[in-house]
């Protein structure tokens, strides 16, 4: 199994820029793909970013490409979400999640959310 847990989250000034960072417990993180999703008051819960287990490719919803950056570091069992440009529509509650591909579904593993609010 993989326990993740959330950190970064806060409020900024749109055009500002937040971390997101996301550590996980267990030897086996540096095999799982993981993925960044979010969710905002009365919506679905969205896929943001992916990246592979090795880190060789990344993916990107449209909404934030170019924007936000997903990494990982294996040796720390870190992965992290650079938000730059931030937008007010932006807000939502932010997850990590282990797992691969732009749907929820394909996630068995999820953190407990970082709340990212975005003022205008």
Same mark, same amino acid.
């Given at each position: 199994q993989? /326990?993740?847990?959330? &950190?970064? =989250?806060?409020?900024?000034q749109?055009g500002?820029?937040l971390?997101?960072s996301?550590? *996980?417990?267990? +030897?086996? $993180?540096?095999?799982?793909a993981? =993925?960044w999703?979010r /969710?905002?008051? =009365? @919506?679905? +819960?969205? $896929?943001?970013? #992916?990246?592979t287990? &090795?880190?060789? %490719?990344?993916s990107y919803?449209v909404?934030?490409k170019?924007r936000?950056t997903? &990494? +990982?570091?294996? *040796? @720390?069992?870190t992965?992290?979400?650079?938000?730059?440009?931030? @937008? &007010?529509?932006? #807000? *939502?509650v932010?997850?990590?999640?282990?797992g %691969?591909?732009?749907?929820a +579904?394909g996630? *068995?593993?999820? =953190?407990q959310?970082?709340?990212?609010?975005?003022? %205008?």
């Open positions: 993989v /326990q993740l847990v959330e &950190s970064g =989250g806060g409020l900024v749109a500002g820029s971390r997101l996301c550590a *996980a417990s267990g +030897r086996t $993180f540096s095999s799982y993981m =993925g999703f /969710q905002a008051p =009365g @919506k679905e +819960r969205a $896929f943001v970013a #992916t990246i287990s &090795s880190a060789r %490719s990344t919803a909404s934030v170019g936000f997903i &990494s +990982r570091d294996n *040796a @720390k069992n992965v992290y979400l650079q938000m730059n440009s931030l @937008k &007010s529509e932006d #807000t *939502a932010y997850y990590c999640a282990a %691969s591909g732009v749907l +579904r996630y *068995a593993y999820w =953190g959310g970082t709340q990212v609010t975005v003022s %205008s």
